[in-house]
């Protein structure tokens, strides 16, 4: 049973790149949750105002470089993006990542906001095999439980799959049963291109399926494209499919604008939207 | 199968216009004028394609593996299996974005295969009625749109009488 319904995506917002990348490792290679990220409060607080990305549960880090705060908008630390997170999606669940997640300043300030944070995450777990106590694996865990609460008739097709679930159910054991009964694919985003040339303005939305034989598919809906990328994993097949994106938009560039039309023309509309610098500037 | 071998086939028989880019790309051109963008395309390499890219270039067009396979070798002049799989290929854009220029496309490819289909008949061998049962299937949806309900009727026709004999 292939569910679409549900394809919960995590926020992670860090002015370390390094944890950017380390994050997308762990939740794509070790979870059912997509990503999308944000290195700055400024750029966090533009995803949240998007309706077209979804987000399920933010990861914040608590101190950011003043380079990347916004301080027109009042953003100026991870409990801000936080605090305006409750405001724009309260359904999402909150988490705090951070080497000072155990300052006591911070922990009033998040009181004093009413923050509902979840879990205040050692940033240090980051550096060693954490198993489930990883933020990658508690993130999940408690994503797929909340659905099993939101969603009573879960339970009852769960059992009828034969998964046996007593109360309260066991968190590992719900997780494992609802990733195995639903088998929804990986929504995550494409958010940069391996080409300076190129810049994404705004999140391409990706399903990622594990097919039959293991290896995972990646698809574009919202851009009409004709091919998938495909690979052995979710960074693979998202690679390959950014390849096939890099390598239409320089096609349709070398087109002259004249014999565009059709299916082109609205393809070539379609990567305005997210990408500039190589669909047709230089023409207009 | 040969990489070379795959890209013979999809430059001469399918008639597709070779690019080497981040990956040796494939695109579809009518009369001098790009329709389909990057068709298909293959990882940089020698040898033999792995089994993961003979599937994913059979898919790329719309066909099965053992039929791409097939086409490679297949007695049929080149234009039927070039109209095969290009048909099938401008089939799997949203018929709600077709617009007139996609439709002149889709019509000339579909007259293309029926002339083909009236004059080399008896050389269709099984496997390339069942991909062209499918591909007609495929654009009967399309017979409501006065665009292309003429072709798409032809085609039909042409199907049926072959099942027949």
Redesign the interface.
């Known amino acids: 049973m292939t569910d679409t319904t549900y394809l919960p995506t995590v926020l992670v917002i860090d002015d370390d790149p390094a944890v950017h990348k380390y994050m997308r490792r762990r939740f794509h290679a070790e979870t059912s949750v997509g990503l999308v990220q944000a290195r700055s409060l400024r750029d966090a607080k533009a995803l949240m105002d998007s309706s077209e990305v979804k987000i399920h549960a933010v990861i914040a880090d608590l101190f950011f470089d003043p380079a990347y705060c916004d301080p027109e908008n009042d953003l100026n630390d991870g409990l801000d993006i936080l605090a305006y997170s409750l405001e724009k999606r309260p359904e999402a669940t909150q988490y705090v990542l951070s080497i000072f997640s155990e300052m006591d300043p911070e922990h009033h300030k998040a009181e004093r906001l009413k923050l509902p944070i979840q879990t205040w995450f050692q940033k240090l777990y980051q550096r060693s095999d954490a198993g489930a106590q990883a933020p990658w694996a508690q993130v999940e865990r408690d994503l797929l439980r909340k659905r099993f609460s939101e969603d009573p008739s879960l339970k009852v097709r769960l059992e009828e799959m034969g998964y046996s679930l007593h109360e309260p159910p066991d968190p590992m054991v719900l997780s494992e049963s609802i990733r195995g009964a639903l088998r929804f694919p990986i929504r995550t985003y494409i958010q940069s291109l391996d080409d300076p040339k190129y810049q994404i303005i705004r999140p391409i939305e990706v399903l990622c399926t594990k097919e039959a034989s293991d290896?995972v598919t990646a698809t574009a809906p919202r851009l009409?494209l004709?091919?998938d990328g495909?690979g052995e994993s979710v960074d693979e097949a998202l690679s390959n499919l950014s390849?096939?994106i890099?390598?239409?938009v320089?096609?349709?560039r070398e087109?002259p604008a004249s014999?565009?039309?059709?299916?082109?023309?609205?393809?070539q509309d379609r990567l305005r939207l997210y990408i500039r610098g190589g669909v047709t500037d230089e023409k207009e | 199968m040969k990489r070379n071998e795959a890209e013979r086939c999809l430059t001469g028989k399918l008639g597709l216009e070779r690019k080497d880019r981040r990956h040796i790309t494939f695109d579809l051109r009518l009369d001098g004028k790009l329709v389909l963008p990057i068709a298909v395309r293959l990882s940089h390499g020698s040898g033999e394609l792995t089994g993961h890219e003979l599937g994913s270039l059979a898919k790329d067009l719309g066909l099965r593996e053992a039929e791409f396979s097939s086409c490679v070798g297949c007695s049929v002049s080149r234009d039927c299996v070039y109209a095969c799989v290009i048909t099938r290929l401008l089939r799997r854009i949203d018929p709600l974005i077709q617009s007139d220029s996609d439709i002149r496309n889709l019509v000339k490819i579909a007259d293309l295969l029926a002339d083909n289909m009236n004059t080399h008949h008896s050389r269709w061998n099984g496997l390339e009625t069942k991909i062209l049962d499918r591909l007609t299937n495929d654009l009967i949806v399309l017979r409501g749109d006065y665009r292309i309900a003429a072709t798409v009727e032809r085609l039909l026709k042409l199907t049926t009488n072959r099942a027949n004999k």
Not at chain 1, 259 to 266: A, M, R
Request: hydrophobic letters at 45%; charged letters at 15%; a negative charge.
């Open positions: 290896q009409g004709l091919a495909v390849s096939y890099l390598d239409l320089e096609v349709l087109e014999d565009v039309s059709g299916y082109l023309h609205t393809l």
